[in-house]
């Protein structure tokens, strides 16, 4: 996993895991692919979303969210307490929405955590695999995806 604030910043889960987290990330134009959110789907089933979290799917782009959607994914995260977007760069790029406030900690599956990079300067950014993502998604920390 890249730790905060830098891509560089790179542990094994084991050593973050048990790391609570308020949002995960899942998509935009890095591990937004069909394949990367078929991971997402298949890990979580249909368990729903921890308490607290806040899940984002985010496809690469509208041929992925059509895949994403015809597979009956974005029924399946809506039902678990996700939110899913149309492909745009979100809260990759400290958008419009999915910004993560002073002090929160969120994962994701983008290719950047520099300190702003997703909302507040205050805010800390773990960058992990689509699988350790759902995995943390369903348990409300940092959580290795081979214990799931």
Known sequence: MACPHNVDNVKPVSEVEG?????????SCT???FEDIKIVAEMM?????????RLLIIPASRTEYMKVLRAGYVEQFMEAGAIVEAPCCGPCM???FGLLGDG???LATSNRNFRGREGSPESFV????PATAA???LTGEITDP???
């Open 19 to 27: 790391t609570k987290v308020d949002q995960v990330f899942v998509g």
């Open 31 to 33: 591990n937004g692919r």
């Open 45 to 53: 089933g249909d368990e729903p979303v921890a308490k607290d979290v």
């Open 94 to 96: 400290g958008g419009s």
């Open 104 to 106: 929160e900690v969120g």
């Open 126 to 129: 773990y960058l992990s695999s």
């Open 135 to 137: 995995a943390s998604a």
């Open 146 to 148: 081979r214990k799931i």
